[in-house]
């Protein structure tokens, strides 16, 4: 999976991608930055930092402004541009306000991304901000804040850490002390740490790099469970060649996909509970299993899979559906009920109904200590599992293989199979949702399986083929 996807950013991955992107953080930023460029290009990288020299050869051309120059607009395409202040010593220097506001309209006009260098970190796995970074422009629509796993385990020093004194103060660590998964976490999600100077709005992601081993790997999955209250996704990958305390870095002049393990994303579950069970001649949400309405099973399921948002779309028998579940909405904040008036229209209108039920874009607040946010936005949500209400028997470890399955290469639709046979839930990835919001009539998601491929999950449990439509149906599950 290229790193592009992988992000968000690409529009293989996303309509409508954010144009400006700044990098901050430590353990493998700049080689982040031009891989992402390559997979970009034609892209502009500049910096609000200052950049080795050494760096400058991973562009096609590059460019020292101390002012707007129009004739060099012209020229910021084919391949990766880069452009800087003049060379100060063994860096080059920072482009003033000016200048890149300049260059960011320069970029609108021709369609081409920017990628923004926003602070340095002296080759370091991982690090903390001082007072005077990271320089994040307000124009920034997305900010990749990287860190390096190879940085776990290891004593909080200047040899791992980038101002190991500010680090020990936000994780809550001593010098010397080793260097804990929390402590990254807090550090990442601290308003003075990861998620400093990130404008309003701005789409957040966390790139923890340099997971070259199946520990490593794992605990990034550790990592991710934790900061995405903080971020709308994490991504662990490892760069190959990128050696922490060695200036080197793989040749990217040929774009080649990055290590990408896993893509961690919140995963929406949307029961859909709206029907009117006339095949079955009572409502089919409110018959008892294991002494639990079928609704309630479901909704339990999902948050114990830890999906969030949980939506049930109701629609015949509301009250009573809505009444089965009541406390859960209480007691469980992810999980919210959502009318659907229009649902003798068929299955179509409650997928919609639950899609739009997804929490509008809105701007991220945080918190001034941890950094969590109030509020987020359906660009948070990376994909959604249907679920049926008439399938009680749907257990959260199924649910929790779809999203594991999903977050491997963001594929478009994971569903289950079982001896051969396509069984549900079924996850639909986020590049669905606008097709899905198309649909009209008594159909149901595999309305859109012609245009985006299903990716299967073998599976052994024969109950998920099971489908209660009449009573003979209720009988065989029991």
Known sequence: MLLSRALRLSQSAIPNPPAAIA?????????????????????????????????????????????????????????????????????????????????????????????????????????????????IPDFVEAVVVVAGLS???KPLTEEFVHRPEIFAKLSGLAIGDKITPEAVVRVLTHSSGGLKNIPAGARRVALLNQADTPLLQGQGKYLAEL??????????????????????????????????????????????????????????QLLEWRGKPFVRHAAEAALAAGLSP?????????EAVESAIHDLTIHHSPLTIHHNPNWQSGQSSSIRAGLSALPPPSLRDTSPISGVRNGGGREGVGAAIFLLADQPQVTATILRALAERHSLDLCPVVAPQVHGQRANPVLFDRVTFPDLMSLSGDVGGRAVFSKFPVTYLPWHDESLLVDVDVPEDFKKLE
Not at 234 to 260: D, M, R, W, Y
């Open 23 to 135: 990098f901050v953080g430590a353990g493998g930023k700049t080689t982040a930055l031009f891989q992402l460029a390559r997979e970009l290009a034609p892209a502009v990288v500049a910096t609000t930092t200052h950049l080795g020299a050494w760096q400058a050869s991973l562009a096609d051309r590059h460019f020292i402004l101390t002012e707007p120059n129009a004739t060099i607009e012209s020229r910021l395409a084919p391949g990766v541009t880069l452009v800087t202040g003049p060379l100060e010593g063994d860096r080059f220097g920072s482009l003033t306000e000016s200048i890149l506001s300049w260059l960011r309209a320069g970029c609108q006009r021709r369609d081409i991304p920017l990628l923004i260098e926003a602070d340095g970190a002296r080759q370091r796995p991982l690090k903390a901000p001082a007072d005077h970074e990271p320089v």
């Open 151 to 153: 940085g776990l385990g």
């Open 310 to 318: 949980v939506i049930v779309v109701t629609g015949a028998n509301a």
């Open 227 to 284: 900061l995405l209250a903080a971020y709308d996704s994490v991504v662990v990958n490892s760069f190959e060649s990128s050696q922490v305390g060695k200036l080197e870095i793989p040749n990217l002049t040929a774009c080649k996909p990055a290590n990408i393990f896993a893509v961690y994303e919140p995963v929406a579950g949307i029961i859909l509970a709206a029907g009117g069970s006339s095949r079955f001649g009572q409502p089919k």
